[in-house]
């Protein structure tokens, strides 16, 4: 992987925030959750209305796979559920902020690199990396939260 810098004052949002995520990501993928704080997120998120964009393919080429987006929004009180059997994730809150929980999958579901369960409160400005056999679920929103989840598929030979 190639993390060229980036300058002080190079329009410096995006790729800061791609650089960070993907070094985050190379050092934890396959191993274990983690909670980052990349540089350039508040300039992203000031910018974006509930997504942000240019995120997938600079993120893709730096990891050598594909990334995709979706946006989850999770109302006052709502809960939301899921695991990543299939593909890794990474969870960024663009509004608001809620409770999220991280842990290995049930035994015979699947393998997890970790027996721990973690909790945090997940906020604008972080991201938070599922790897793949592991469950996650958000909920304790005290206003609507919204998140971009980026899927981050396994390459094809």
């Not at 909670?35 to 995120?55: H, K, Q, R, Y």
């Not at 393998?111 to 991201?127: N, V």
Request: hydrophobic share 40%; proline share 9%; charged share 20%.
């Amino acid at each position: 992987m190639d993390f060229e810098p980036v300058s002080e004052g190079a329009a410096a949002g995006p790729g800061r925030f791609v650089r960070d995520l993907a070094l985050c990501l190379s050092v934890h993928r396959d191993r274990s959750p983690a909670l980052v704080w990349p540089e350039g997120i508040d300039d992203l998120v000031a910018d974006a209305s509930g997504e942000l964009p240019g995120l997938t393919g600079p993120l893709g080429t730096l990891l050598g796979c594909e990334v995709t987006s979706s946006a989850l929004s999770l109302p006052v009180g709502g809960r939301s559920d899921g695991d990543t059997v299939a593909t890794d994730l990474v969870l960024l809150p663009v509004r608001g902020s809620c409770r999220g929980r991280v842990g290995p999958l049930p035994p015979g579901q699947g393998f997890a690199a970790s027996e721990h369960t973690l909790e945090l409160r997940l906020r604008i400005g972080e991201a938070l990396y599922v790897p793949r056999g592991f469950v996650y679920s958000l909920d304790s929103a005290h206003t609507p939260c919204r998140l971009q989840v980026l899927a981050l598929h396994p390459a094809r030979w």
